[in-house]
């Protein structure tokens, strides 16, 4: 019967000893920060290039400036993904993310958006996109100012009369004005029918020539050199973004300035870009995301931020080849910012 007793109190004995290091791990866990508010946030980029690859970074450096402030973590590197333009690819990484459970879901781009709004109808995961040039009439939105439901987000929607206008500065005597986009991507719609509407107003024939793909791409490209047209313009289109390294040397060899909608065209041979600073869209993008996970905003209730306009890129390679004067446009823009013919921004 003693043995028994004992027995009873030697195992009572570890249970106790269990429950005193497992409190104590507890208390050091805390200490140690290991307990630390986490928050899942799923990054998905449309496809590679320099605009998008861009925003990825900074909204991923802003996460982390953000979650030390804050005392808390935006894990993000086991839910970073891009889609390569492939819708199924993109619906199957966006179920994935829904079956983690992530906490808030950022698409880079249009299309990426329009999937992360279908997959999170039910659900109700709150979407910060982000490069989403016109996002009511993507139907992503309510509104600007009231997006409505569970999503919100930043836009780098341009001005297009403003490139109108850095062209006809450069060459007041364009006549013929080529557009290169792709016609599937929302992003170029409302841009299009603005150059169209620009041109028809200031008496410039208008020469059309869309691709989806890089070979596609490329054989309009060469139809626009065909045609002589003056200048090209093409609006913040990913296709054309992903093809540009491939075609800037046709428009160089023909000396056809190509006008477009954001920096990383510039950066790929292009002649000139025009729009908002893609680094800063990231860092807006992140805040909106931390202000809802950390603060409880309602995405629903939070006006799609935009930023301004104003911000030339010219590649001074292509300006040298081509013979094209750009000293105009520091009187016409915010800020001219000089580049050179890279695949990617150069962060340092």
Partial sequence: MKKKLLLAL??????????????KKAQDSEKSGDSTKTYKVG???????ASLNQIQKSVQDELDKKGKEAGVKFDYKDYTFNGQADQSTLNQIMTELVSDGVDIIIPIATPTALIAQSVTEDNQIPVVFSAVTDPVSAGLVAS?????????GTSDAIDTNAIMKLILKANSKTKKLGLLYDKSQDSSKQAIADAKKFCEENGISVVEKTGTTNDEVALAADALVAAKVDAVFT???????????AIYEKFVNAKIPHYTGADSFALNGAFAGYGVNYKEL????ADMVADILVNGAKPGEMAIKTLNNGIATVNTETAEQIGLDYSGFKDMCEKVVETKTAKEFDEK
């Fill in 10 to 23: 030697t195992a009572l004995l570890a249970v106790l000893c269990m429950a005193g290091c497992g409190s």
């Fill in 43 to 49: 990054i998905v980029q449309y496809v590679d290039d």
């Fill in 144 to 152: 600007m100012d009231a997006p409505g439901a569970n999503i919100t």
């Fill in 235 to 245: 609006p913040t289109d990913n296709t054309i973004m992903k093809a540009e390294l």
């Fill in 282 to 285: 990231g860092v807006e993008t």
